[in-house]
């Protein structure tokens, strides 16, 4: 018993002094320190791991010393092979130019599978067909016209009183969870016809939207650790995969429970002339009901959350940069008293959709704020046959090739010596319009044939939201309150942004 436990020790001894030597050995060959090491059995997986509660920050710092590209090597039996770019000629290689050879593919629809088939996730026909019917909707002039009517009343209505109401208070305000509800109810509005009523004075709780972001964090932790790894957690039921089941209830439950309401509804008045998407797909004669259920099942999960979390995150963190930045504060000020507006029985200022649509700069500041806090920062590919980059770079099918928005909007080379800066005026040429910049540079809504169909409509929530809160309300962070990005599928603000609501004066 005595010689083996000695010789278990002397064993484990050898691997610690091979592994202390082994890691200066390559430490001494390193070009550079932020490359993460390439260990026996494990790769580079230990950095990986070691830096995935800042994920973002670190992928920038690793893309800015390689330059722009970075093939990351896991464990050599976990096919975990990460080909980490943000190479704006790799990334129009890959969503454009050679968009077929890039499906989203069998393992992002394992990795989104709460997302069923709806048309973030599928592939060939049935994405096709999916975006062909959803871009007949969405840019019908009736639902436009609905997104533009309903998104200024639930700002003057809801979010206003509600901001007014914590002004009046003096108490801190999570300004993250405001937006997330605000476009929560904006989102189930549109697409289910149902007002959840989430933004109101007692701010109630919306288990639907606990939901959303548990699966987001689930999700994110798919990318970063081996295939096998997560799908033996799913089947155990065990660790961060426990909250996905819960989650996936959660939102089938809201789903079935809005959709049920809405025909109940139909039955009781016996028409649907609402402008919802869940009104034109019953309203459909060419759809049974079994397809629009799969539907209301797959794709409005989809738009709830294209809807609800990527314009609540933008929302947050434009208004983060705007509190660290008063020029561009004064700015989008001035140039609101260029343009009409209305003020209401309590003395709040609101505009109209149409009135904000012409402001140039408030385009511009958003658009740079899109570019520092992209609200999806990452995105994935696989390529289906073997191909060669612009960038040189080899990759085969089993590749994943992983785009960092979130690092390509710090990169120098791509966005030039004042990349870190909050700069508006970048976005606008010499006489006053803006400056065309291409998606593939510019991805907050994507690129390509799958470029966002709801881009339009978010332009249309974010500035009506913008505007009324700059006008009315002075925001102002709470001292010492720490603002970095969350481990999400979806850029969320970790810790929330703690703020100060005051109402604003000088409004006239």
């Not at 001494?28 to 059995?41: E, G």
């Amino acid at each position: 018993m005595a010689v083996s436990s000695f010789s278990f020790l002397e064993l484990l001894l050898s691997f610690l002094c091979f592994g202390f030597f082994f890691y200066y050995h390559v430490k001494s060959k390193q070009k550079n320190p932020v490359i993460p090491l390439q260990w026996p059995l494990v790769g580079m997986l230990p950095a990986l791991l070691a830096n995935c509660n800042h994920l973002h920050e670190w992928i920038t710092s690793v893309l800015t010393v390689t330059p722009l590209n970075f093939r990351f090597i896991g464990p050599p039996s976990s096919d975990m092979r990460l080909f980490i770019t943000s190479d704006p000629a790799n990334i129009r290689h890959v969503f454009n130019t050679n968009f077929s050879n890039y499906p989203k593919g069998r393992e992002f629809q394992e990795i989104f599978d709460i997302l069923g088939d709806g048309i973030f996730s599928a592939d060939g026909e049935s994405w096709r067909r999916q975006r062909t019917k959803a871009q007949l909707l969405m840019s019908s002039p009736r639902f436009r016209a609905f997104v533009a009517r309903y998104s200024r009343d639930k700002v003057e209505k809801a979010l206003l009183p509600l901001l007014a109401h914590v002004a009046g208070t003096g108490d801190a305000c999570n300004l993250q969870d405001v937006f997330l509800r605000l476009t929560f109810d904006t989102t189930t509005t549109l697409v289910f016809g149902v007002d959840p009523g989430s933004v109101a004075i007692d701010l109630p709780e919306v288990p639907f939207a606990r939901a959303m972001d548990d699966a987001m964090t689930v999700l994110l932790l798919r990318h970063i650790v081996p295939l096998s790894w997560w799908r033996l957690a799913r089947r155990l039921g065990i660790g961060y995969e426990r909250k996905m089941p819960v989650a996936w209830r959660t939102m089938d439950r809201f789903v079935a429970d809005t959709i049920a309401k809405r025909r109940a509804e139909k039955a009781r008045t016996g028409i649907d002339d609402s402008a919802d998407l869940l009104s034109s797909y019953i309203n459909d004669d060419e759809e049974d009901a079994g397809t629009v259920d799969a539907f209301l099942r797959d794709t409005t999960i989809n738009l709830m959350l294209a809807g609800r979390d990527t314009t609540g995150s933008a929302l947050s963190w434009f208004f983060y940069l705007l509190t660290k930045n008063p020029r561009v504060l004064h700015k989008l000020l001035q140039e609101l008293d260029s343009v009409k507006s209305t003020t209401t029985a309590d003395g709040m200022v609101i505009f109209d959709p149409d009135e904000t649509g012409r402001l140039v700069y408030l385009h511009a500041a958003l658009c740079e704020s899109l570019r520092l806090y992209p609200p999806v920062p990452m995105e994935h590919k696989g390529p289906a046959a073997a191909d060669v980059l612009p960038s040189g770079h080899e990759v085969r099918p089993g590749d994943k090739i992983v785009v960092s928005l979130y690092a390509m909007g710090r990169m120098e080379s791509v966005w030039g010596r004042d990349c870190m800066e909050f700069r508006p005026e970048r976005w606008i040429s010499d006489h006053g319009k803006l400056r065309y910049v291409p998606s593939y540079k510019f991805m907050s809504f994507n690129s390509g044939p799958r470029t966002c169909l709801g881009k339009d409509m978010a332009f249309v929530q974010l500035k009506t939201a913008a505007a009324a809160v700059m006008k009315n309300f002075e925001i102002e962070a709470v001292a010492g309150h720490v603002v970095e990005p969350k481990l999400s599928i979806i850029l969320h603000m970790k810790n929330g942004f703690m703020v100060r609501v005051k109402r604003r004066l000088a409004v006239c």
